[in-house]
Structures are given as structure tokens and as C-alpha cells.
């Protein structure tokens, strides 16, 4: 039976009425799961400012790279690449005079280890935020948001860099293995730099991974200051680490 236009158009109201409702209700959904996405990076930054970058271990981890840094054959000028987070070691550097001539290119693909792009996006501007406010920051921080392991892949050139700063905290597998290989392989410090590593332990014996690229790729150009393994909280209970520091000595 043919519909009267009044009918017709109550259908066609009816019709916009749900398609908008159903707009609403996804709008509504992604904004909850936005939401709980902010609140699960905000967990995992204060965890992380309480717990495993300010455990005990870490921090002297940070004291005996600085003193590295400011023995008077270390390279005192050029650009360290690094894993930066939330900047607390970088701050502190910046605001020594000795090491002025140290500035830094900080990576961050935060989805291998906080899941999804939206986390990686919000942790981005938030360091974007921190160097923009730290006026020792401003000028010595040149930040991206990418793997470090491909930037430090392509470069081909020994002596590249003065320091590297790889404190992944992620298994030492993959490109990050690769990367690894190819810094100390292609001896990417200059003579007396460090390379400063962190691998997490998950299912593997990092330590034990590390000696056998160590003993291939590293030979008698590097020394050992410091290998240790080390729970990534204050409590103990955090993930295990291994970090490594290494200096370039020919
Ligand atoms: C362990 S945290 C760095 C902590 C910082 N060095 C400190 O002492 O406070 C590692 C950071 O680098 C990021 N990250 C890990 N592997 C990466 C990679 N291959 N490329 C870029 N960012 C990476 C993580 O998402 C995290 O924000």
C-alpha cells in the first residue's frame, strides 16, 4: 500500500533520529575508552615516578654514568641519543656546566610497552610539555616520536656519537638485538663514550644474552663498569632488569 507523504516523512525522521542516536552511543564509547586509556598511562607514570626510575638501583645506575661523564677523558661535546621517559636524568645533566656541550635526541614508541597509539600519543605531548617547561631542557632536547632502533640502524658512522643511552627496559630480542650489534659492532661511540643499556628479563636471561653479543661484537675495544641485574622496584616486586654500562676504552 502506498504510504501517505506524512508517513513517509516520520519514517525518514525516525530513521535519522536512530542513526544519530547510534552516533551518539560510539561517541560515547570511544570517549570511555579514551578516557580509561588516560587513566591507565597516568597509572603507569605515577608507578613509574614512585616505583621502578626511582628505585635505589636505578639511581646509582645514574650516579656512576654521571661520574663517567665528568671523568676528564670522556667526550664532552655532541649528541647522545636517548630513552629519556620523563626526563629525570636529562634534566639533571643539562644543569651540569661541565657537560654544556651534551645535547640529546630523545626516541619514543612508547606501544611496545604501553599498549596502543593514543597511550603513545598522550605520553609524547606530555614530554613535549616537560621539555617545553624546563628551561634546561629547551635548548639541548631534540625529541621524536619514533624507535630509536632505526635511527640508530641507519647510521653507518663510527665515532658518531659521544654517549649512547639505550635504557630500553624491553627484551633483548628483535631489533633492539640488531640495534644492539650494530652499535658495538660499528663502535657508533667515540673512544672513551658510554653506552648505557637496560634489558627486562621476561622469559630470558638478559645478562646471559648480553655476554654472548658482548664477546662477539664488542672484543677488547670495550670494558664492563658495571653489569647488573636488579628488580625494577623499591619493593622488590617490579620486573627484573639487566643493565649494562659499558665504555668505548680503544
Ligand atoms: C625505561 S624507560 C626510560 C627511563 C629513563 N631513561 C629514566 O631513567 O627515567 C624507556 C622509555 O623508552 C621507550 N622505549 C622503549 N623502547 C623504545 C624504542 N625502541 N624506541 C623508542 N622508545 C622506546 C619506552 O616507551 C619508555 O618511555
Known amino acids: ?4 507523504k506524512a508517513e513517509l516523512r516520520k519514517i ?3 530513521a535519522v533520529a536512530t ?3 547510534n552516533e551518539r552511543k560510539k561517541m560515547l564509547s570511544e570517549r570511555a575508552l579514551k578516557a580509561h586509556r588516560t587513566r591507565r598511562l597516568n597509572a603507569k607514570v605515577s608507578a613509574n615516578k614512585t616505583t621502578g626510575y626511582e628505585s ?4 646509582s645506575v645514574k650516579e656512576i654514568i654521571t661520574e663517567l661523564l665528568l671523568s676528564v677523558t670522556s667526550p664532552k661535546i655532541g649528541i647522545i641519543p636517548t630513552l629519556a621517559f620523563l626526563f629525570s636524568f636529562e634534566k639533571k645533566l643539562t644543569k651540569i656546566a661541565e657537560l654544556s656541550g651534551l645535547t640529546f635526541m630523545s626516541f619514543e614508541s612508547a ?3 604501553v599498549q596502543g597509539q593514543h597511550e603513545t600519543e598522550l605520553l609524547v605531548k606530555r614530554q613535549r610539555r616537560i621539555i617545553k617547561k624546563t628551561s634546561s631542557l629547551k635548548s639541548r ?3 621524536q616520536e619514533n624507535d630509536i632502533n632505526d635511527w640508530l640502524l641507519f ?3 663510527p665515532n658518531s656519537f659521544p654517549h649512547i643511552f639505550t635504557d630500553y627496559c624491553g627484551n633483548l ?4 638485538r640488531r640495534a644492539v650489534i650494530h652499535i658495538l659492532k660499528n663502535d657508533l661511540v667515540q673512544v672513551n663514550g658510554i653506552v648505557w643499556f637496560t634489558f627486562a628479563n621476561r622469559g630470558m636471561s638478559a645478562q646471559n644474552a648480553f655476554l654472548e653479543l658482548f664477546g662477539k661484537y664488542a672484543g677488547k675495544r670495550y670494558k664492563i663498569e658495571l653489569l647488573e641485574n636488579y628488580a625494577g622496584s623499591k619493593s622488590g616486586l617490579g620486573s627484573p632488569m639487566t643493565t649494562v654500562i659499558l665504555r668505548r676504552i680503544k
Open 1 to 4: 500500500m502506498k504510504k501517505s
Open 19 to 21: 542513526r544519530r542516536e
Open 12 to 14: 525518514a525522521l525516525k
Open 141 to 143: 632536547v631534540f625529541h
Open 111 to 113: 606501544r611496545p610497552v
Open 173 to 176: 630480542i628483535g631489533k633492539t
Open 56 to 59: 635505589k638501583s636505578k639511581k
Open 155 to 157: 647510521v653507518k658512522q
